[in-house]
Nanobody, 120 residues
Framework: QVQLVESGGGSVQVGGSLRLSCAVT????????MSWFRQAPGKRREEVST???????TYADSVKGRSTISKDNAKNTLYLQMNSLKPEDTGTYYC??????????????WGQGTMVTVSS
């Protein structure tokens, strides 16, 4: 059974930082494209960042320069370090896995989400 369990969300003030984690069981991160998505209230879910089997990364323009995606294949855990947080970063953050070593396919597996609230 595949499980993706996010943690690390919370409430922070503008300019603060958070580190999200996603513990994965049932699939090896080393063979999957791993992603972070987020969904703000009333908005569509959007891709935030991806990391493939060769540790190549992509970032949405909205978080580029402020966020870092990483993974630990030995721990089978995905991370997202977010700095200089803005109110527009508020939303539910989802960890996702696509059954492809290089990214570009819609994820097959999703976590339940962790809430991030940034207030001024």
């Amino acid at each position: 059974q595949v499980q993706l369990v996010e943690s690390g969300g919370g409430s922070v003030q503008v300019g603060g930082s958070l580190r999200l984690s996603c513990a994965v069981t049932g699939i090896p991160l080393s063979y999957y494209c791993m992603s972070w998505f987020r969904q703000a209230p009333g908005k569509r879910r959007e891709e935030v960042s991806t990391i493939d089997n060769e540790f190549s990364t992509t970032y949405a323009d909205s978080v580029k320069g402020r966020s870092t995606i990483s993974k630990d294949n030995a721990k089978n855990t995905l991370y997202l370090q977010m700095n200089s947080l803005k109110p527009e970063d508020t939303g539910t953050y989802y960890c996702a896995a696509a059954a492809t070593s290089s990214c570009g396919r819609w994820p097959s597996y999703w976590g339940q989400g962790t809430m991030v609230t940034v207030s001024s």
